[in-house]
């Protein structure tokens, strides 16, 4: 079945850092992505829409310059947390549709520590 | 109010219990509706799809009720591998945006 990628599995950063985040789709064509976030016991909170080739669209009250989400190829998306911050520190995890019922696969998430 | 919601429990029932879950949404026009399971700080991977009609999965029964805009999931004879939390989540519009709800936590004792 679909398979999606992400890496690194986690990250602990000093603040002011900036930490690339990436998701792969193994074997199918992803034109749309998706990244969420996650803080401990609440929900996935879907960040932005990946979409290869042409700019993100971001969920509202997430800061684009901050998140600079790069969707260069049909099998790649990168999420980089720009500048982070102790409150930054989350999982973040990306999605994409996949395989021939275009169902949702998720990457295996990335816990991100900021000192 | 939330798009979607759930308890977010702790259910904790006992090995061989049966146990559901609500999850209500508030967008009349929603077209899909899933349940996930998330494990902690793994990725949520999908249990089962929830269709009008209701649709069972070994010990798993999903059930939509549009009328009343709420979901549900029952486990049977439920396992000690059951502990997870379990996501309601729902598609709305044109159907690449997906709403989760808060999780509701299940732990099965012995």
């Known amino acids: 079945g679909a398979v999606v990628s992400q890496h690194p599995s986690w990250v602990i950063c000093k603040s002011g850092t900036s930490v690339k985040i990436e998701c792969r789709s193994l074997?199918?064509?992803?034109?749309?992505m998706f990244w969420y976030r996650q803080f401990p016991k609440q929900s996935l909170m879907l960040m932005a829409t990946?979409?290869?080739?042409?700019?993100?669209?971001?969920e509202q009250g997430v800061e684009k310059d901050k998140f600079l989400i790069n969707h260069a190829s049909l099998t790649l998306s990168t999420l980089t947390v720009t500048s982070a911050h102790p409150e930054d520190s989350s999982f973040y995890i990306c999605s994409a549709r996949g395989g021939s019922n275009e169902k949702l696969f998720f990457g295996s998430g990335t816990q991100l520590s900021v000192l | 109010r939330k798009e979607v919601e759930q308890d977010p429990g702790p259910f904790n029932v006992p090995e061989g219990a049966t146990v559901a879950f609500n999850c209500t949404y508030s967008?009349?026009?929603?077209?899909?509706f899933f349940w996930y399971r998330q494990d902690c700080r793994k990725e949520p991977k999908l249990l089962m799809s929830?269709?009008?009609s209701g649709n069972e999965d070994g010990r798993f029964t999903a059930q939509l009720n549009r009328a009343s805009q709420y979901i549900s999931l029952l486990i049977r004879d439920s396992k000690l591998s059951d502990s997870a939390t379990y996501l309601c989540?729902?598609?709305?519009?044109?159907?690449?945006?997906?709403?989760f709800g808060t999780g509701t936590q299940l732990k099965v004792e012995l």
């Open positions: 929830v269709y009008s």
């Open positions: 989540v729902v598609i709305q519009g044109g159907g690449n945006k997906l709403t």
């Open positions: 074997d199918f064509q992803a034109t749309t």
């Open positions: 967008n009349s026009a929603s077209q899909s």
């Open positions: 990946s979409n290869e080739g042409s700019k993100a669209t971001y």
